[in-house]
Nanobody
Framework: DVQLVESGGGSVQAGGSLTLSCSAS????????VGWFRQAPGEAREDVAH????????????SYADSVKGRFAVSLNSAKNTLYLHMNSLKPDDTAMYVC?????????????????WGQGTQVTVS
């Protein structure tokens, strides 16, 4: 079975840093989009960052939401099947449930509807 398991969330003071991890298992097909989404209570789900790999393991273009550009960095360790989100200069507005997702077919990596595998999420709280 395909599984995505996030870890690394927690509570941090404004200006602090966290690194989220998403461990993937059970995949047999190449991924086209791997990304992080977040959702705060009462807010719409937001595409925080993603890597568009177009089905290749040696290629990927990273994209970020304007709200996190320059503060967050997404990376993929293919050997460990793990996706990371390095978050710096955290703000209270970054408080949300962060969820990783994978799309195994070509599509618009900015659109949540393209992703067919989702983790359970990890909570990030910035005070």
């Amino acid at each position: 079975d395909v599984q995505l398991v996030e870890s690394g969330g927690g509570s941090v003071q404004a200006g602090g840093s966290l690194t989220l991890s998403c461990s993937a298992s059970g995949f047999t097909d190449p991924s086209y989009c791997v990304g992080w989404f977040r959702q705060a209570p009462g807010e719409a789900r937001e595409d925080v960052a993603h890597i568009d790999s177009d089905g290749r393991s040696d290629f990927g273009t990273s994209s970020y939401a304007d709200s996190v550009k320059g503060r967050f960095a997404v990376s993929l360790n293919s050997a460990k099947n793990t996706l990371y989100l390095h978050m710096n200069s955290l703000k209270p507005d970054d408080t949300a449930m962060y969820v990783c997702a994978v799309a195994d077919s070509a599509g618009d990596c900015y659109s949540a509807s393209e992703y067919n595998y989702w983790g359970q999420g990890t909570q990030v709280t910035v005070s």
